[in-house]
């Protein structure tokens, strides 16, 4: 290369990142080491399987690089480098990198890309962030349908696709229906001003007017339901889905700075082909018996098929099964209580029934055993616990024949530990906080992951919140809960990349959950505590504490892509496991991966590890990073 083009080349380098960063010296001896080649419109920079021994960085002209399924991924013009993913990775290329443009480009060899990651801390980051950019495309590749849109992600307001139909709350009841049947449609939202106040159901008219015999000339205030359950408009079909099911509403109202703009119902849901959850938890909530509920509950797995083959990202499907567990959940309380009422011994204590683990923070996958607990009101009469120990053996019975088995330690509202009086988990948590044994401190991460089920919500509310104020004081617990979290080693080695079970029924096998959910789930919680955050769903405690004195903004989103992808590839497995009749674990061969699958993971698993070195230095307290 001529002297006059080394130059050249050396202020091109010093206008683009990461080779800017570096100092003048290396930027003109780094020149010297490049070979300049031309590619014509059409050709191909990289080809997928193939390895790759070089970075190329483009100097003029434009490239576009397509995943392995052809679904474009970047696209980049002057300054744009392309091969590192394969170069870091040591692996042969997950991308088509193509020259959309007549394309001149700098190679650089393998062995000075390697020497300069190894010399210059601010190189080897850089390229570090576009491997995290691949693994979001990843993360993105399964969370997207066949044409190319997000799955369940269609706007309320598109979904509301008429004008609402209102009706005055002093309208007289005959007025209304007549409206009904005018306009075509099985609900009316009742608004005073512009302000929605109710709403009026075709359901409503049936059992609150007719069968009621109530005088259809009375308003339509009597017997309207006031307050309803709404949406905002830009929410989400899935936020819908959500919304509908855990209140268990066909019709909702659709609202826009508190005033209506249209309703969805469940068929406009079902309109998207995706969705037979709504009939599942509507269906479970009608059963008079253990056995029926059973038998919807089994329904489940195949609603997990379903979604996967519709490519359905993993957190939307997580929050679909939570919501199906719940209904079922609830339903064993409900006929539990009824039950016990027959027998005598009522009414119910007040008291609040929680749910812990993976369903508290809306991440059920299949498979998964019980955990839940318990918080009886201090001033519950006598025997309450009584009560509590009755209901809970019942509940217990029904989830294990819905497929959800007893919890191996025992994190079961039937252990007195786990159904105590407020005042007793007041005290249980001082304990913790204050003296954390390793028995306190599996019990307080157990619990810090918890959500209110069924009875008196302000219970559950009134423990956290005291308990949440004195967490980030909790040096030693916190110290714990850390260790801990750094303590779930990603299955990443030498033999084809992974750490496998050497011996015994997971011999040759992956673990998908210790060092690749589970230590996510652990990373999150640690951080979300010592931020004193109440919040115990993972994706939203990473993004809840990144920015300034929380972990860094790419590294929050680092692991959300990480727990999106291993938590895809597990519900996949456990999906196969499923339809086999096998039993359903976390455990699967690497055989059983795609190429991309294997390459993907490893680059989650290492976006985890790096996370866990960085709380390994990391004490209560000091910044987080």
Known sequence: MAETELTEVVDFLALHAPFDALPHRVRHDLAGRLTVRYHRRGSHLMTVGRDSDELMIIRSGAIETHDAEGRLVFRGAEGSACGSTTLVGRNPS????????????????AEVFHELRREHEVFAEHFEGERAGLLRAAATAVATGRHGEPILRTSARDLAHRAPVTVRADAEIAQAARTMTDEGVSSLLVVEGER?????????????????????????????TSDPVVAPADASALELLLTMTEANVHHLPVVEGGAPVGVVTTTDLMRLERVSAVHIVGDVAKQTDVAGVVDFAARTPRL?????????????????????GDAVERRLIALA???LAARGMGPAPRMCWMVLGS??????????????????????????????????EQVVAGLEAAGHPRCPGDVMATNPRWHQRLSGWRAEFAQWLDEPVPDAVLGASIFFDSRPLAGDHELHAALVDEVAGR?????????????QAVDNDPPLGFFRGFVLGRSGEHKDLLDLKRGGVGAIVDLARVHALAAGLTVVNTRARLRAVAGPGGLAPETAEGLVDALEFISHVRLAHQ??????????????????????ERRALREAFHVVRRAQRALAQWHPGQRRT
């Open 575 to 596: 999906s196969r496991q499923q339809e086999a009749g096998l039993p359903v674990t976390s455990w699967l061969s690497p055989d059983d991966l795609t190429t991309f």
């Open 359 to 392: 369903r508290a923070r809306h991440e059920q996958a299949l498979g998964s055993d019980q955990d839940h607990a318990a918080i009886i009101a201090d001033d519950a009469p006598e025997g309450a616990e009584d009560y509590v120990a009755a209901l809970a």
């Open 94 to 109: 997950r991308f088509d990198v193509v020259a959309i443009e007549d394309t001149l480009a700098l190679h650089l060899p």
């Open 337 to 339: 209580h009824e039950d």
């Open 196 to 224: 929605l106040v109710g709403i009026l159901t075709d359901r409503d008219l049936r059992r609150r007017v007719l069968a009621a015999g109530v005088d259809p000339r009375q308003p339509v205030s009597d017997v309207m």
């Open 471 to 483: 967490l980030p004081g909790a040096r030693n617990l916190l110290g714990h809960l850390a260790a």
């Open 304 to 324: 997990v098929q379903q979604l996967l083959e519709q490519d359905v990202s993993a957190d939307d499907i997580t929050r679909v099964v939570t919501s199906v």
